[in-house]
């Protein structure tokens, strides 16, 4: 069976943020579209990603405060199979997905769900 690239199954052109921006304006961003992680861009250039467990845990008002820096990332061309391996053995909740403009998408664990549900039904 031939794997899949990420790109089949992420996100694409996800919600963001700035590292400037307020938590409040992420839990903002994160209710209104149902979602529980925004990459933190900068110029273009990916800084970081919070998550909702971030929020509910944060001492702080600003986003470059509370974010993680060290960001999971992979090319859009990834093996399905080696991103899931990479979530599963750090135990993340996403990888952000970059190339060369940036911040292409995002992989959850809803989006590797769905994967494998679309997998079981073939």
Same mark, same amino acid.
């Given at each position: 069976? &031939? @794997? =899949? =690239? @990420?790109?089949r199954?992420? !996100?694409?052109?996800p919600?963001?943020i700035?590292?400037?921006? &307020?938590l409040?304006?992420?839990?903002?961003?994160?209710q209104?579209?149902?979602? $529980? $992680?925004? =990459?933190? %861009?900068d110029?273009?250039?990916?800084?970081?990603?919070?998550? #909702?467990?971030? *929020?509910?845990g #944060? @001492? !702080?008002?600003r986003?470059?405060?509370?974010?993680?820096?060290?960001v999971?990332? %992979?090319?859009a061309?990834a093996?399905?199979?080696?991103? @899931?391996? *990479?979530?599963? #053995?750090?135990? &993340?909740?996403?990888?952000?997905?970059t190339? #060369?403009?940036?911040?292409?998408?995002?992989? !959850?664990?809803?989006?590797? *769900?769905?994967?494998f549900?679309?997998? &079981?039904a073939?």
């Amino acid at each position: 069976m &031939l @794997v =899949p =690239p @990420v790109s089949r199954y992420m !996100t694409h052109n996800p919600h963001a943020i700035g590292s400037r921006e &307020l938590l409040s304006d992420a839990r903002a961003l994160m209710q209104a579209h149902r979602i $529980h $992680h925004l =990459p933190v %861009v900068d110029d273009d250039r990916l800084v970081g990603i919070i998550s #909702a467990d971030d *929020l509910s845990g #944060a @001492v !702080t008002d600003r986003i470059g405060d509370a974010m993680t820096r060290d960001v999971a990332s %992979v090319c859009a061309d990834a093996r399905l199979d080696e991103v @899931v391996s *990479l979530m599963n #053995a750090g135990r &993340l909740g996403s990888v952000v997905i970059t190339g #060369a403009d940036g911040v292409e998408g995002i992989f !959850t664990i809803h989006d590797a *769900l769905r994967a494998f549900a679309e997998m &079981l039904a073939r």
